[in-house]
């Protein structure tokens, strides 16, 4: 079965410090790739997306992901957090079944900042 | 635009009870969906819609039913609610299904 792994569950960082929440992904066929943010008592937003071409994607707030076929990974990253940046990330992956997709979650890592 | 919109926020239900959670959106998109979410779960898929009359079921589907009738609406029903269904859950649509999901704000529900 297909699966999303995100490694850690909680990661801390101090403000100012890079930002690396880690996503490795099963498959062997380039499937669609997201990373969605979740501030506290809210639904999901979308801060980027691969589909095609450009393997970096910049997305919103300054994060930005590299797709990295060969280690089958999805790494998120922004070089200086933000106390704003405190809220939980989800990896998915959208992977072809077929003539069908389908979309996998990762069981997502919160954010924690350090003043 | 609204987007996706959930009601209601809260709710609590004791052990047997049925309700309806509904999701509505104003974006035309045929995708919808619904998932719970647990804590260190992640998202579950309960069931997803391809377009009105249209429906299947996801990871989680059991006691919970779903019905299609327009584009913009998509009910999610809880038969005979049990406690292992407390949960918050949200609702997404999406243009397509490898398309970026827009979500609502969620339900929180709490079965006693």
């Known amino acids: 079965a297909q699966s999303v792994t995100q490694l850690g569950s909680h990661v801390s960082v101090s403000e100012g410090a890079l930002v690396l929440l880690r996503c490795n992904y099963s498959?062997?066929?380039?499937?669609?790739l997201f990373w969605y943010v979740q501030y506290p008592n809210q639904g999901l937003q979308l801060l980027l997306k691969?589909?095609?071409?450009a393997t970096l994607v910049k997305g919103i707030n300054g994060f930005e992901a590299e797709f990295k076929k060969s280690e089958t990974s999805f790494h998120l990253t922004k070089p200086s957090a933000h106390m704003s940046d405190a809220a939980e990330y989800f990896c998915?992956?959208?992977?072809?079944?077929?003539?069908?997709?389908?979309?996998?979650w990762g069981a997502g890592t919160k954010l924690i900042i350090k003043p | 635009n609204a987007g996706v919109t959930q009601t209601p926020k809260f709710q609590v239900l004791k052990t047997g009870q049925s309700m309806t959670l509904q999701c509505a959106q104003d974006?035309?998109?045929?995708?919808m969906s619904w998932y719970r979410q647990d804590p260190g779960m992640g998202l579950r898929l309960i069931h997803y819609?391809?377009?009105?009359?249209?429906?299947d079921q996801g990871e989680v589907p059991n006691g919970y039913n779903v019905s299609r009738s327009t584009t913009e609406d998509f009910p999610l029903r809880l038969l005979s609610a049990a406690p292992s269904q407390t949960s918050v859950y949200f609702c997404?649509?999406?243009?397509?299904?490898?398309?970026?999901?827009?979500f609502g704000p969620g339900t929180r529900l709490t079965v006693l």
């Open positions: 997404a649509s999406s243009p397509g299904r490898i398309n970026e999901q827009f």
């Open positions: 974006m035309n998109h045929e995708y």
């Open positions: 819609s391809v377009g009105a009359g249209i429906t």
């Open positions: 498959s062997s066929v380039p499937p669609y």
């Open positions: 691969y589909t095609t071409g």
């Open positions: 998915a992956v959208s992977f072809s079944r077929g003539s069908n997709y389908q979309l996998i």
